[in-house]
């Protein structure tokens, strides 16, 4: 199952191969992963996206970031109501015959055109994975010469609709 | 400025070091100089702090978890940068599985040229990030009074384990006047000693319904100095106990409630116990692979009850029903303020009796002429009466020396369980004699294994501690050899040591005291002489090739699916 999980950390250095290091040891996987200074100074926030097995995996997972010195915070936000965004960067073959096509597939998208030059278009698009997935789809039939995506960045909405599920047994 | 007011007392960073070393109460390091340390060891001559110089740097961070396992304080080691360092990683790795606390220093080339494959530099805090509870490096000297008191902090709090601090040569000249004396403060650690007081009294009910309740436990019950409430706990309730292989000595050896040790190599009374009890309860255990056998087969009856300071540990391995984090003997005092009544456990206790009257461990001696292993280390147990610190290598000899002699002290046993080094036990028994100067401390270690660190005979020699060395010498890499007998049909693929050295005349270079016995009365007599001696020996104690240790669970077999076990 797929899940979301930030963590705050200090911000020392060495700290995100730390992390990611014991993800590789303990055979998770990581989808996404982002990284990025918060609003305090010196603390960190990563968000990962990740694969794993079931409940106990998942537990030993949360339990192995938690116990890590420069770890603060660890949460998996899945269940919660939640913000969620991925930035990608998508080159696409774009001739002046197809610009116009490609432009009105782009636009419900609210992608951006960030370059251009004669056959090429850049688009910036943001969003949640599964619409620029979308995106993505639509534009490859046009010949995508460069994609890159920044991993889903995220967090918890102030408001909660339901009361947040049952806190794993000992964290 | 020249006002002398507000003028403050510059420090070198090696200086710094061995002031907060001191003010740590460090009373001895273990290590060996370089290029990128010298500034240190430069400090150290002109104000000492004990320094122990072994012959490798395996050799003095084995000596440092010996005597960490045997003081309980942090063992502290001392190396240069590239090679020292990258030489110490077997023994941070060992340290790390079998959660012992080490402070470990490496040199580091100048931060001027780190990145730039400088002679003798190595990535030493990406190489160590995996096996090390906590690293750092320090990047400016200013910082390394708070740095050293954060890693021993970190060591040895919570679950013990060894912290690396990289020291970059110019950190280590480079001039401050930061102060000692900071306090640690570590948002992201906070470990959790004292129970939770419902998980406790869930823990009690459970148990005073049980029928057959049994407890498991592990070193997290040395570490932390439970032993006598975990007796007293076992004896107010009658609950019968079992040791993982680290855990031994945390109940005495020759205890009515002790089951004996449990696992791939345990008893037949501690495994078929682990698979029929009700109620199992793990104290400072983390239900590693060779003792639990196959999981599916692991205590399939039983509520389990698990107590460790490592909330990680946890529901691992086998499902939890009742967590508790805390430190043992915390959760054990809390256990036993509480009113329980219950469990009856007289039929267990007989059923468990009669097992282990049926069941012993025991071998045979019809038909085989020199000595068994078995009896080797039953000598060793009668002739110190259960109370030397035995220290082992990996192996035959070791478990049969975990199965045979009977552990009446909980600091008297040094092993490496978790990552299984040979190599160890020689070293780390110079690093308990020193932490214990005036118990015997006998090394039983196998011929091979004694090969990869005995390069410390030399400091043996230097420091003439009492130390005596049994070679337990079947000419073979003993447990390999076994494994290759059941496993592998009798295909000896390198396992034979057709050469080896004299290891008496090997001694004797080191101006050591030694001995060859071939007979079990022979044996008698120089153990007996060489215990007496206050001087270092080595006995080269010549056992039988082809003796195997039984019984054993075999790999991905259930403790239910032992073999080699006789009934008397
Ligand atoms: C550093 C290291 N290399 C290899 C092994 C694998 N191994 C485990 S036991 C063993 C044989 C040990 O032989 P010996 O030291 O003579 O002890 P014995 O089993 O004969 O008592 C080997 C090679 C190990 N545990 N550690």
Redesign the interface.
């Known amino acids: 199952m797929k899940r979301i999980i930030t963590t705050t950390v200090i911000n020392q250095s060495g700290v995100l191969n730390r992390v990611t290091g014991l993800l590789m040891k303990r055979q998770f996987n990581i989808e996404s992963i982002s990284v990025g200074p918060t609003e305090q100074a010196g603390i960190s926030k990563m968000t990962f996206v990740v694969n794993v097995e079931d409940e106990r995996k998942l537990e030993q997972l949360l339990k192995q970031l938690q116990k890590q010195i420069d770890v603060l915070k660890v949460n998996d936000i899945t269940d919660k109501a939640m913000v969620m965004r991925e930035l990608a960067l998508i080159k696409v073959v774009s001739s002046p015959a197809v610009r116009s096509e490609i432009y009105s597939i782009t636009e419900p998208f609210r992608a951006a055109v960030i370059d251009m030059s004669k056959n090429v278009t850049t688009f910036q698009v943001t969003g949640e994975p599964e619409k620029i997935d979308a995106l993505v789809d639509l534009l490859k039939p046009y010949g995508i010469k460069e994609l890159t995506r920044s991993g889903v960045s995220a967090f918890v909405r102030e408001t909660q609709k339901a009361p947040a599920p049952q806190q794993l047994s000992i964290l | 400025m020249r006002d002398a007011a507000t003028q403050t007392i510059q420090k070198s960073g090696a200086d710094i070091l061995i002031e907060s070393l001191k003010e740590q109460g460090v009373e001895m390091i273990f290590g060996y100089p370089g290029g990128a340390v010298l500034p240190i060891y430069d400090a150290l001559y002109k104000n000492p702090i004990r320094h122990v110089l072994a012959r490798h740097e395996q050799g003095a961070i084995h000596a440092a978890e010996g005597y960490a396992r045997v003081s309980g304080k942090a063992g502290v080691v001392l190396a240069t940068s590239g090679p020292g360092a990258t030489n110490l990683v077997t023994g941070i790795a060992d340290a790390m599985l079998d959660s012992l606390p080490l402070v470990v220093f490496t040199g580091q080339v100048a931060t001027t040229v780190i990145g730039t494959d400088a002679f003798q530099e190595a990535d030493i805090?990406?190489i160590t990030?995996?096996i090390t509870?906590?690293n750092y490096?320090v990047?400016n000297v200013e910082d390394l009074p708070r740095i050293i008191k954060e890693a021993f902090y970190?060591a040895s709090t919570g679950r013990p384990g060894p912290v690396v601090v990289d020291i970059p040569k110019n950190i280590a000249t480079g001039m401050s006047s930061a102060q000692v004396s900071e306090e640690v403060r570590?948002?992201?650690?906070q470990p959790t000693t004292n129970p939770n007081y419902l998980q406790i009294q869930k823990a009690v009910q459970v148990l005073a319904e049980a029928k057959r309740p049994l407890i498991l436990a592990g070193a997290g019950v040395l570490a932390a100095k439970a032993t006598s409430e975990l007796v007293a706990f076992a004896e107010k309730y009658q609950i019968p106990v079992t040791n993982t292989l680290l855990g031994l000595g945390g109940i005495p050896g020759d205890h009515d409630l002790f089951l004996g040790m449990a696992g791939m190599h345990g008893t037949y009374t501690a495994n078929t116990a682990i698979c029929e009890c009700d109620v199992l309860m793990n104290i400072g255990a983390r239900f590693d692979d060779r003792l639990t056998g196959n999981l599916a087969d692991f205590a399939p009856n039983a509520k389990v009850i698990h107590i460790d300071i490592?909330?990680?540990e946890?529901?691992?391995n086998v499902?939890?029903d009742i967590?508790i984090?805390a430190d043992a003997q915390k959760a054990l005092i809390a256990l036993l303020e509480q009113p329980i009544t219950g469990p009856d456990t007289t039929q267990w206790l007989q059923k468990l009796t009669h097992n282990k009257n049926s069941y012993p461990l025991q071998y045979s001696t019809a038909n085989k002429q020199g000595i068994l292993p078995q009896q080797a280390v039953q000598l060793i147990h009668r002739l110190t009466g259960g109370d030397a610190v035995i220290t082992t290598d990996v192996g035959q000899h070791q478990m049969w020396t975990a199965q045979y002699y009977k552990f009446n002290n909980p600091h008297n046993w040094v092993t490496s369980g978790g990552l299984g080094t040979m190599g160890f036990g020689f070293p780390a028994a110079i690093g308990a004699q020193l932490a214990k100067p005036d118990e015997k401390v006998v090394a039983i270690v196998g011929d091979a294994g004694f090969q990869m660190t005995l390069q410390e005979l030399s400091l043996l020699q230097e420091l003439r501690l009492p130390v005596k060395v049994v070679i337990m010498n079947n000419q073979s890499l003993g447990m390999v050899r076994q494994w290759q007998e059941t496993f592998y049909e009798e295909r000896y693929s390198q396992s034979l040591l057709h050469v080896q050295p004299d290891f008496v005349k090997l001694a004797q270079a080191y101006e050591i005291d030694a001995y060859k016995v071939e007979t079990l009365e022979d044996a008698e007599e120089v153990f007996r002489k060489a215990f007496e001696s206050n001087e270092p020996a080595l006995i080269d104690c010549r056992v039988l090739q082809l003796e195997n240790v039984y019984p054993m669970v075999a790999p991905g077999k259930g403790l239910s699916e032992m073999i080699g076990v006789i009934s008397k």
């Open positions: 805090v990406s990030q995996p509870k906590h490096q990047k970190i570590l948002p992201g650690y490592d909330p990680a946890i529901g691992k499902p939890t967590p984090v």
